[in-house]
């Protein structure tokens, strides 16, 4: 018996349907994207900040991908800090979780040199300020009553006319609990004469806190 096996030809919208569907997929996973990490963007660059309010333009932005749901985010914007007409270059990366819709705390650099920065002489009291600061903030997480900071190098950059941004790295000395190589970042409005931001980091093993007692 002989069998007639007809095969049509695939309707060719269809066919181009799936694609069409996946890159409408595609645009509002990354609308999505875009939303929650300039949201998570905004609170962390106001609490950095001093909680003072922050409206930001992101620039390019690139995404990784490091797992099947995670993404690390990682790009560069302005900022523009209570309504101030400067807009501050900033960097930024987090990590964005596709599955739950949610980004990470990110990590900043506020106040990076732009079309208008320029490097400029320390001023002394403004390094001896962002010292006590600092010093502040390592005896207040890690208890300590003494802290020793030693910077080793220094450098002042303008952001525009109105803010500096001081980079500086050196050791912070816990005694006989040890040193750890320490990074400070700091951001000074002159206008206002205040410091908008001064933020540390340790770049290795942190020491412990001391018991209570």
């Known amino acids: 018996m002989a069998v007639l096996l007809l095969i049509g030809a695939a309707d060719p919208a269809s066919a181009a349907k799936p694609a069409v569907d996946m890159r409408k997929l595609e645009a ?18 106001s609490e950095q900040l001093g909680g003072r309010a922050v409206k930001i333009r992101l620039g390019q932005i690139d995404v990784r991908a490091s797992s099947l749901r995670d993404r690390v985010v990682s790009g560069q914007g302005e900022l523009q800090i209570d309504g101030a007409p400067e807009w501050l270059g900033f960097r930024f990366s987090t990590l964005y979780d596709s599955l739950y819709e949610s980004a990470g705390y ?13 490097a400029v002489p320390n001023d002394s009291g403004l ?16 208890g300590y009553q003494k802290v020793w900071l030693q910077l080793d190098q220094i450098a002042t950059v303008e952001s525009g006319r109105r803010y500096l941004r001081i980079d500086a790295s050196g050791t912070a000395d816990f005694g006989r609990d040890g040193a750890a190589p320490a990074r400070i ?23 412990q806190a001391p018991p209570a007692g």
């Open 185 to 207: 970042e700091g951001l000074y409005d002159r206008e206002q004469k205040v410091w908008l931001r001064v933020a540390y980091v340790l770049e290795s093993a942190m020491p």
């Open 127 to 142: 390094i001896r300020e962002a010292e006590e600061r600092v010093i502040a903030q390592l005896a207040r997480e890690f």
């Open 28 to 45: 509002r996973e990354r609308e999505t994207l875009d939303g929650v990490v300039a949201a998570a963007l905004v609170g962390a660059l």
């Open 106 to 118: 990110p990590e900043l650099s506020i106040g990076i040199a732009g079309p208008g920065g320029r």
